[in-house]
């Protein structure tokens, strides 16, 4: 995994950041945001360490995972950059929890009670609390992991949920993310994105002393329209990265 990046491959995430950065400037001028108000959590699954490092010199410091032993192994080998954040953005099996629990200081995927309960069993109490968010699917993919969030009766069930979790001892719910279906044209999934927000805005007004904040929103192929609509995390991969290697196998 240590494999080293070519000089130019440096030079290709350093554009490439300037471009994401460009995008990002444009959409929250949209709507009356500040760029600094939208994270840029890059997604590093299958990545060589050496482009992890490369991203890391260009100044980005959270990265994000989709598999816990690949997650762990490259948390432990980055160890030695200094502010780097690790967060899992994919679905964890429970048999893994204890891989991560320790060693990342977000959780976007959060799609069960059971795993909310396992990740704050396995959580040291001697750390802060994790932060998490919980995955909803508005589209009703069947595809798609995370909790039911397509009618009124799915948000009110939602709300029991956010009490559950809200109240584990190691975890500290920040707000949703959601992943829409895969679209040829961006706008195509701006309905999801706006459905989110409105489930945010639905549980703060539920339960507006939790204050959920964090919206994850938006990758390589759609982030523009998700910042439109209020995503404050987006994650990418090869918008900053560039191709992911082929599967071996």
């Given at each position: 995994?240590?494999?080293?990046?070519a000089?130019?491959?440096?030079?290709?995430?350093?554009e490439?950041?300037?471009?994401?950065?460009?995008a990002?400037a444009?959409?929250?001028a949209?709507?009356?945001?500040r760029?600094?108000?939208?994270e840029?959590?890059?997604?590093?699954?299958?990545?060589?360490?050496a482009?992890?490092r490369a991203?890391y010199g260009?100044g980005?410091?959270c990265f994000g995972?989709?598999?816990?032993e690949e997650a762990a192994?490259k948390?432990d080998d980055?160890i030695?950059?200094p502010?780097?954040?690790?967060?899992i953005v994919?679905?964890i099996?429970?048999?893994?929890?204890k891989?991560?629990?320790?060693?990342?200081?977000r959780?976007?995927?959060?799609?069960s009670?059971k795993?909310?309960a396992?990740l704050?069993?396995s959580?040291s109490?001697?750390l802060d609390?994790?932060d998490?968010?919980i995955?909803?699917?508005v589209?009703?993919?069947?595809?798609?992991?995370?909790?039911?969030?397509?009618?009124l009766?799915?948000?009110?069930?939602?709300?029991?949920?956010?009490d559950d979790?809200?109240?584990?001892?190691?975890l500290r719910?920040r707000?949703?993310m959601?992943?829409?279906?895969?679209?040829?044209?961006?706008e195509n999934n701006?309905?999801?994105?706006?459905?989110?927000?409105?489930l945010?805005?639905?549980?703060?007004d539920?339960r507006?002393a939790?204050k959920?904040?964090?919206?994850?929103?938006g990758?390589s192929?759609d982030f523009p329209i998700?910042?439109e609509e209020?995503a404050s995390l987006i994650?990418?991969?090869?918008?900053?990265?560039?191709p992911?290697?082929?599967k071996?196998?």
């Amino acid at each position: 995994m240590n494999t080293k990046i070519a000089p130019e491959r440096n030079t290709q995430i350093a554009e490439r950041l300037v471009r994401v950065l460009k995008a990002v400037a444009e959409s929250t001028a949209k709507v009356g945001r500040r760029p600094e108000d939208v994270e840029i959590v890059v997604v590093s699954k299958r990545q060589p360490e050496a482009l992890i490092r490369a991203a890391y010199g260009c100044g980005l410091r959270c990265f994000g995972e989709n598999y816990a032993e690949e997650a762990a192994v490259k948390i432990d080998d980055l160890i030695d950059l200094p502010n780097i954040r690790w967060d899992i953005v994919g679905h964890i099996q429970s048999r893994k929890v204890k891989l991560i629990a320790n060693k990342v200081s977000r959780v976007h995927s959060v799609d069960s009670l059971k795993l909310a309960a396992l990740l704050s069993q396995s959580r040291s109490p001697e750390l802060d609390p994790l932060d998490v968010l919980i995955e909803v699917n508005v589209s009703g993919e069947v595809s798609k992991e995370g909790f039911a969030a397509q009618t009124l009766t799915d948000w009110q069930g939602l709300l029991l949920v956010v009490d559950d979790i809200s109240r584990m001892r190691n975890l500290r719910l920040r707000g949703l993310m959601t992943m829409p279906p895969l679209q040829s044209e961006m706008e195509n999934n701006r309905m999801y994105f706006r459905k989110t927000r409105e489930l945010l805005n639905f549980l703060n007004d539920a339960r507006p002393a939790l204050k959920l904040g964090e919206l994850s929103m938006g990758t390589s192929s759609d982030f523009p329209i998700a910042i439109e609509e209020g995503a404050s995390l987006i994650r990418l991969g090869e918008a900053i990265l560039g191709p992911r290697p082929a599967k071996e196998g």
